[in-house]
């Protein structure tokens, strides 16, 4: 599966955009890139569409120099492919990118659909990301 590219400002973000229906933003670890949402394409292409970018200096992205948010980017992305309306699923650094992406853009679900998923093992979350959840997700439908 050959990525799509879009140049956005002064970044190209390289994505997957795969299947039919309401959009569903993937957004990878931050030690992966696009290709650990593959499984998903072919379970879920039915149902949605997908939309799996490589962040900013991760997979076939580029990485030019200069500070920068990943939310900033994706809220572009989103903006270059004329989806204003998106649910977005992260896995660990991509979550903290899907919150910002809430908490500064645009709406990803209703409050009442916020879900977290705390692993056992893991330190208690830090100040910072309880603040985000909690602001993000006011009163959480679901605490998994």
Known sequence: MSAKRARLDN???AFEDVGTGPALLLIHAGI????????????WASRYR???PDLRGCGDSSLPPGPFRHD???????????????A??????????ALGLALAFRPI????????VVLRGHPQPD?????????????PGHLL
């Open 32 to 43: 992966c890139d696009r290709r650990m949402w593959r499984p998903q394409f072919e379970a």
């Open 11 to 13: 970044v190209e973000l």
């Open 88 to 97: 977005a699923i992260g896995v660990s650094m991509g979550g903290e990118v």
């Open 50 to 52: 997908m939309i799996a």
């Open 72 to 86: 900033v980017d994706l809220a572009r992305l989103l903006d270059h492919l004329g989806i204003d309306k998106v």
């Open 109 to 116: 679900t209703p409050a009442t659909h916020c879900r977290a």
């Open 127 to 139: 100040y910072h990301h309880a603040r985000l959840f909690r602001t993000a997700c006011p009163q």
